[in-house]
């Protein structure tokens, strides 16, 4: 697996993980900053999700030319 790959994986968990605590967290307060809490959280949580598809899909694609790269046995 590529290092960019890597690092687009750890980043998407780290924005999913405080993309949900700070929609949790605007969700249970009452206060006049939970709208903007839950606004951020809910772009940092769709954040998450594109970049996840997007490292998924460069996995899938580097697996997929590897395998036709590699020279066919008979």
Do not use: D, Q
Not at 21 to 36: D, F, K, T
């Amino acid at each position: 697996m590529r290092r960019a790959t890597l690092f687009e994986i750890i980043v998407s968990a780290a924005l999913l993980t405080g993309g949900l605590y700070m929609l949790h967290e605007g969700l249970l307060n009452n206060s006049n900053v939970s709208g903007p809490v839950v606004i951020f959280g809910a772009v940092c949580f769709t954040l998450s999700l594109l970049v996840l598809a997007g490292a998924v899909r460069s996995v899938l694609w580097h697996r997929r030319m590897l395998r036709h790269a590699s020279p066919k046995r008979r």
